[in-house]
RNA sequence: GCGGGCGUCGUAUAAUGGCUAAUAUGCCUGCCUUCCAAGCAAGCGAUGAGAGUUCGAUUCUCUCCGCCCGCACCA
């Protein structure tokens, strides 16, 4: 199963149409990619599936959708206008470049040569926009590089409007943007990504419990939720050196990927860093106290931060599996029930069968009624639409025969171990599934 | 962003400075088919984009775009 190749994921991504490259028409546009209908569906599976685990199904989380676009003093105060412009030097012997602030004295790393050195120019990877029709300085925004500034600022409008208890959440799923030197690795690395994200307010002398909470909640979530294998996760401890200034403890979340051992989400303690920013800088007072007292303090927070997209690569490189079948290699999603973008394919055994193909219609229709994500099928012969209902990870086959024009019975062929089973047909429409 | 490699139907491969760019698979239409890619027949579908050299370029050259590998980057 290591054995999986990243461009056997990428090609059958394109192929059966879950994920293609970028305005791929006009030869692509690096750091992009495009959602098909099947990864569509897998993608909200993935975001409703968390949504509901840590937003729906409890009681102190609250949720947002903040706008993209934000106002600058806001990237300003968090840093990243400072901190996402590096100073880049360029070597004039060997053309390296390298990060000013990285290098001791004037020798380069690559060549070794010194005083090569130009000017240093900025890069900033925050992509730079203008908000309304006057192009000039005044007008600057950037796209958001990260959901949280999104919660922080909407941090006192839900406090105003709930008042919770500490300690309480807020999440927020959403598109953020980062302009990568080198975008790579299919959808693990992109220059527009999707964030889910929770910034999760406690009182600072809870934090190492409320941290350890966090880490046993998510990988419940890998685990339980999306199905990942337990021995496939590793948490990382990031040592102070790499950890950002803000943060007392980060714990990464790492996935052997196709591409090696990567991370896959983030867990920060950021202590009070955000909302004391607001508090200094936007003259707001970030203030909690606590209830029917004077305790008041400025909350301090827990962050878990999802990449979306690498949650889906997850899915899709642990699902993916080759196996022999009478000599001829059958690759098969292994996606759980509740993640797969189709969840029943039904077909007639025989397309020259009117009676069947009017009975299998019926069937279709009921179950599409009951369950939505529910596919026909009757190209070619049983074989060829089984291997097909395979690759995109079709947990269940429907098949109608003669003998359901005469019991209302079915036969439901599984993904994972090709069996056949004999159900009755009402007992397969009511069958309870993991709902999202 | 640097260095190297690469770019041909949806996918995986082949070939060529000159006839209609080939094969498999896929897709599609018809026939057939009583449970794991069967068969028959017809069809669809590609030289990433632009410029140059040339009588003629998919092939050679250049620029751009994209992909892969290494370095760097990944707040």
């Known amino acids: 199963m290591s054995e999986v190749k990243l461009e056997d994921i990428v090609s059958l991504a394109k192929r059966r149409g879950f994920i293609y490259q970028g305005s791929e028409v006009y030869g692509g546009l690096s750091g992009t990619w495009d959602y098909g209908p099947l990864g569509v569906t897998l993608k909200r599976n993935i975001m409703n599936l968390w949504w509901k685990t840590f937003v729906d199904s409890r009681d102190e989380m609250y949720g947002v959708d903040a706008a993209i676009l934000m106002n600058p003093g806001v990237w300003k105060a968090s840093g990243h206008i400072d901190t996402f412009t590096d100073p880049l030097v360029e070597c004039s012997n060997c053309k390296g470049r390298f990060r000013a602030d990285h290098l001791e004295g004037d020798k380069c790393p690559n060549c070794g040569k010194t005083g090569t050195f130009g000017e240093a120019r900025q890069f900033n990877m925050m992509f730079k926009t203008n908000v309304g029709p006057v192009d000039d300085d005044k007008s600057i925004s950037y796209l958001r590089p990260e959901t949280a500034q999104g919660i922080f600022t909407n941090y006192k409008n839900v406090l105003d409007s709930f008042y919770p208890d500490l300690p309480f959440g807020i999440a927020q799923m959403g598109k953020a943007f980062r302009n990568e030197i080198s975008p790579r690795d299919f959808i693990f690395r992109s220059r527009e990504f999707e964030q889910m994200e929770i910034e999760y307010f406690i009182h600072p002398d809870e934090w190492e419990q409320m941290f350890e909470g966090w880490i046993k909640g998510i990988r419940m979530f890998l685990t339980s939720e999306l199905g990942l294998p337990a021995e496939s996760i590793h948490e990382l401890e990031v040592p102070e050196d790499d950890r950002a200034h803000y943060s007392k403890r980060t714990v990464d979340f790492e996935f052997d990927f196709p591409i090696g051992r990567e991370e896959l989400l983030g867990l920060a303690y950021r202590t009070d ?65 509740h993640l797969a973008p189709v969840k029943y394919a039904v077909s007639p055994l025989l397309k020259n069968k009117p009676e069947l193909v009017a009975k299998a219609r019926e069937v279709y229709d009921a179950l599409k009624k009951k369950h939505g994500n529910v596919m026909w099928d009757d190209n070619g012969n049983i074989g060829k639409r089984y291997r097909r209902q395979d690759e995109i990870g079709t947990p269940y086959c429907v098949v109608i025969d003669f003998d359901t024009l005469e019991d209302d019975t079915v036969t439901v062929r599984d993904r994972d171990t090709t069996e056949q089973k004999r159900v009755g047909l009402d007992e397969l429409v009511e069958r309870q599934d993991r709902s999202l």
């Open 273 to 337: 860093f955000d909302l004391k920013n607001i508090h200094d800088n936007a003259g707001k007072n970030m203030e909690y106290t606590i209830k029917g007292t004077n305790d008041k303090f400025i909350p301090h927070v827990i962050e878990p931060s999802f990449g979306v997209e690498r949650m889906i690569m997850a899915v899709l490189s642990s699902a993916y599996r080759e196996d022999e079948q009478n000599g001829e290699k059958r690759i098969y999603l292994a996606l759980p029930e």
